[in-house]
């Protein structure tokens, strides 16, 4: 018996799919535990681009099952519509994704919802993809959400969508009702199969001996309760949400990976201590194609953060780490790592947790020596530069957590395992 978890440690847009899909070919389940459809995961495999939403990426492994635990909310529109693209590129789903009766939907009024709120905010809007992932985990806070498994009641369901629209103060006519409950309906006789409790099953999983492994979505700092409110996400992103949004207690995460870019990067708004507004980061933006797989936005781009990222190993117990996009880094004329935060005269021993510090400290860099060598080639550490080795090796210290994988490319054997170190 054991389960790992892959968490992306800074603002979501780690790589996380690409670790998860690298360790898949082990795992028995793969399982989202929080987010939405605003998580975009990208995996490149054998020349073939897969986009994942909803669905965990170990569905790309045929012996893996796939699990969508009651944490997560989901579009059932948009999670109808990757299920059938996946399936056009050969991907068999039947008894291989089990999606929790619990799980709370995104309906096509919270993404009006989420809209007219990040208009509302003016100069302090969030920055979100409009999805309606926001008001969908609101609205199962205040106990008027519509959860996958209300579907199959349709009676119950049409009394529940009324009380929703209510609580909203949005008309609802008797037309777009029938409209509604008739599209329902249809989704739900697509998706019924997939219908379960997936905490019974995950249990008794990891009872018998399975490999579990948690697939995280966004970052650390997006977390609703220890990120960069409110630049943040909806749920809790760190280790600590797996059991809430999974049910299977904390005892049975056995282990946990931190992924990090060689740099950061940002979505949204938000303060970003390291930010490159210069041709330096325009350039780390163009050879890691920093554009959202969700919305297409540009990334922002800045230098390695080791002070949050030494806050996220902390936060969620990392074992190790991986570092992800390191051959992006090739040709970047200046390096630097960002060692501590001045705010004023003085240098703060931890991170803020409030916006408005953050937003004023003056990072405390360290420069590392550049290389210029292509290495999306390289198959084991001794093969890297040394000015590559010793970057590692900064990351590794200021972590204090041993560097497991490293990725050098895109594809999934473009991946280098270092034994640890400590």
Not at 11 to 29: H, N, Q, S, T
Not at 126 to 152: E, M
Not at 303 to 323: E, K, P
Request: aromatic share 10%.
């Amino acid at each position: 018996m054991s389960s790992l978890a892959v968490l992306g440690c800074m603002w979501g847009d780690e790589a996380k799919a690409k670790i998860v899909d690298y360790l898949g070919d082990k795992a028995d389940f793969v399982v989202r535990f929080q987010g939405g459809s605003n998580a975009g995961h990208t995996i490149h495999n054998q020349g073939q681009k897969y986009v994942f939403h909803s669905v965990p990426s170990g569905i790309l492994y045929k012996q893996s099952k796939c699990v969508i635990g009651p944490g997560v909310v989901i579009d059932p529109f948009s999670l109808k519509a990757e299920i059938d693209a996946l399936k056009k590129l050969g991907i068999a789903f039947e008894n291989r994704l089990f999606i929790d009766e619990r799980a709370p939907l995104v309906l096509p009024l919270h993404q009006i919802l989420d809209s007219g709120t990040e208009d509302k905010l003016g100069k302090q809007k969030i920055g979100t993809t409009r999805r309606g992932i926001g008001p969908a985990y609101s609205d199962l806070a205040s106990r008027v959400a519509i959860r996958f498994g209300d579907l199959a009641y349709p009676e119950w369901l049409e009394d529940r969508l009324l009380n929703l629209y209510k609580f909203h103060n949005e008309k609802l006519s008797a037309a777009k009702l029938k409209s509604l409950l008739k599209e329902l309906a249809e989704l739900y006789a697509d998706l019924k199969d997939f219908s379960a409790k997936t905490d019974e099953l995950l249990y008794e999983a990891y009872l018998s001996g399975a490999f579990i492994l948690f697939e995280g979505a966004q970052g650390t700092l997006l977390d609703i309760s220890f990120g960069t409110y409110p630049y943040v996400t909806s749920s809790n992103t760190i280790a600590g949400g797996i059991s809430i949004g999974t049910g299977l207690p904390p005892r049975m995460l056995d282990r946990t990976l931190g992924v990090y870019k060689a740099y950061s990067t940002r979505v949204g708004e938000g303060p970003f201590p390291t930010e490159l507004k210069n041709e330096i980061g325009d350039r780390i933006r163009t050879q890691g194609n920093e554009f959202g797989s969700t919305t297409g936005r540009p990334r922002r781009v800045g230098y390695f953060d080791a002070v949050a990222a030494a806050y996220t190993a902390r936060l969620n117990g990392l074992d190790a780490i991986a570092v992800s996009l390191l051959d992006v880094l090739s040709g970047i004329s200046e390096l630097k790592i960002c060692t501590g935060y001045w705010l004023g005269n003085k240098r703060l021993e931890s991170f803020p947790s409030h916006p408005l510090e953050l937003s004023k400290v003056e990072p405390e860099y360290l420069d590392c020596v550049p290389w210029d060598a292509d290495i999306s080639g390289c198959k084991s550490l001794s093969r890297l530069p040394k000015a590559a080795r010793d970057y590692l090796d900064v990351i590794q210290d200021l972590v204090d957590r041993p560097i497991e994988l490293v990725s050098v490319g895109k594809d999934r054997n473009q991946t280098i395992k270092i034994k640890s170190k400590k």
